[in-house]
């Protein structure tokens, strides 16, 4: 279920509530996101749509936990993230959120298997535990005969195939995507959108992602769109989009 | 170390630039090394002792001084050994194999130095040859000289012409700083040869005290023992008279630091500069470790230990081939600065400082790396 009136119940895996994002900009204030409501449950798989200067990456980047609010609350699986100080904050991304980016990030100095391995650094598994999540994963992405690879020997499908694979690595709580097929050609931005779909079906992932892409969005269960820093309901067209109660 | 594959993974990520960096840290430390060295040769604290007294005229060290005060010395309370040398200057062979030689008193040299050790028979066999002379382990070497050679030594300041000398020992110093460059000869054979108007006549005293905490108390009783005589002296202990002597050398010291000083200096640059260019190429992946949960102080340490390495391994690669050239350096300046020693000390503060310089260079870029903003970060890609 997914709701935007604020009307979502307590068993939600993400709440937000009265978000607002503003940025100074010379002496100009720029009200990117305005009261804002968000309800997600866990499983869902939200696409964010809207025009340039929507607030879409804004509002991923305060879900993520990677900036703050100027005003209003997020809270995730229970934990109030908006009032995080940083280094909790830091540890609270390492628990419970993955990030799939437009231009992969990945690390070129070093291979496919320790991109993947990365956020495996941080918790206390062991070497031959770290080795086996991070072959899981890669198996999951279709990579697993890639994995001493690094990222300039890969195509631009099989990069973001391993930014997924280190999203999904630590099994976090929900992953966000920021336009993850917008740097691919169609057939791989299928593909990748086929994994997703995978995730999200197969592994149960809550996946929420930005996207400028009406076919990629279409992948989602649901699609929410964004226009001056609101959040709309229903104005895309098209089947899955007259509702944002839950799965059309 | 789990991260150690991610800061060697960015270490190698251009390898040009980091085997210039290393070559900048290695020459730079190589330098250092150099220049401690030479300024140690300088400073010879270590070579003095506590307990012995330098007596010259004070009008300067090459005012001659009478032999007769040798007795009077003897008889100030806490005197416990005197003896004396004269300076000979003499050409072994042509000018530029230089090395010192004194006229020396057989009866209390070795009371008096007995950190320069001749073994037993040599020093008999000394005693009993008028000609006979001991050489430093160090010259002996540098002309193959052996036992029983004869060595002819041209004087320069008494009347011209070649001495004659029976090479019966070869001294060693105790320890690496003691001079293993000097040539010995008796003082009775040179008083034999020497012009009438010279006679009797020492270059300067040295003595032991029996307690060096009396040292300042014995100077202060020589010196006015001789007040108002002919030939004053000037009583100082020997460390002081070592630094008088480098003093004639000028500020040495001075100008070997401030060269040191500006070689630290330009290798903080030259890394900071490249740590700030590595670090600023990688902003975006900065941030995107921090975006999956390193933390701000992981991010610090990322950097930090790369410009250690980097200091580490070029400062110690600097640090042995100074080791392994020093004895090239000490051969071609062994006539100028008999004493290069190469110490522990010298080596432990290079890596000291080569760590100082690693730590500082990184700081500044690793600073920014920790409070780079992910969010700005990101959107530059």
Known sequence: MVKVDGSGGNASLIKVRDLDKTYRRGGEEIHVLQGLNLDVDAGEFIAFMGPSGSGKTTLLNLLGGLDVPTRGSITVAGDEITHMSASRLTEWRARHVGFIFQMYNLIPVLTAFQNVELPLLLTKLSKAERRDHVETALSVVGLADRMTHFPRQLSGGQEQRVTIARAIVSDPTFLLCDEPTGDLDRKSADEIMALIEELVGKHSKTVLMVTHDAVVAERANTTLHLDKGVLVEGLQSGPRLTTVGGHA | ?381
């Open chain 2, 1 to 381: 170390m789990k991260f150690a594959r991610i800061i060697f993974a960015n270490l190698k990520r251009k390898p040009i630039r980091l085997l210039l960096t290393l070559g900048s840290f290695a020459v730079a430390l190589l330098l250092f090394s150099f220049l401690a060295v030479v300024r140690g040769a300088f400073i010879l604290n270590d070579v003095a002792s506590a307990n012995r007294l330098i007596v010259i005229n004070r009008t300067s060290i090459i005012n001659l001084i009478p032999l007769s005060y040798r007795d009077k010395i003897l008889r100030i309370p806490g005197v416990t050994y005197v003896t004396h040398y004269n300076w000979f200057g003499g050409i072994y062979q042509r000018e530029e194999n230089f090395f010192p030689q004194f006229v020396i008193d057989p009866e209390n040299q070795r009371q008096v130095m007995p950190e320069l050790v001749v073994s037993d028979d040599q020093w008999n066999a000394f005693l009993k040859d008028r000609q006979g002379a001991i050489a430093g382990a160090k010259t002996a070497e540098r002309f193959g000289w052996k036992i029983g050679d004869r060595i002819p030594i041209k004087t320069t300041l008494y009347g011209g012409g070649a001495w004659e000398f029976n090479l019966v020992g070869i001294y060693h110093g105790k320890r690496p700083q003691d001079d293993d460059t000097q040539f010995w000869f008796r003082w009775d054979y040179f008083e034999e040869r020497i012009p009438q108007e010279v006679k009797g006549q020492i270059g300067w005293y040295v003595l032991r005290v029996k307690d060096p905490d009396d040292a300042p108390r014995v100077a202060k009783a020589i010196d006015a023992e001789f007040l108002n005589s002919p030939n004053e002296t000037k009583t100082e202990t020997e460390s002081t008279w070592i630094a008088n002597w480098v003093k004639q050398w000028g500020n040495i010291q001075v100008l070997i630091l401030t060269i040191g000083g500006v070689v630290f200096f330009t290798l903080l640059l030259v890394t900071g500069n490249t740590m700030a260019i590595s670090v600023r190429e990688r902003t975006s992946e900065l941030a995107v470790f921090k975006a999956i949960g390193f933390s701000d102080r992981s991010v610090l340490f990322f950097v930090l230990a790369e410009s250690i390495t980097i200091s580490l391994v070029g400062g110690l690669t600097g640090l042995l081939l100074a080791k392994l050239l020093m004895p090239v350096l000490a051969k071609g300046l062994s006539s100028i600065l008999p004493i290069l020693i190469l110490s522990w000390g010298i080596l432990g503060l290079g890596l000291l400082t080569a760590l100082l310089v690693g730590l500082l260079s990184g700081l500044l870029p690793g600073l920014g790396a920790m409070r780079l903003r992910i969010v700005n970060a990101l959107r530059r890609v």
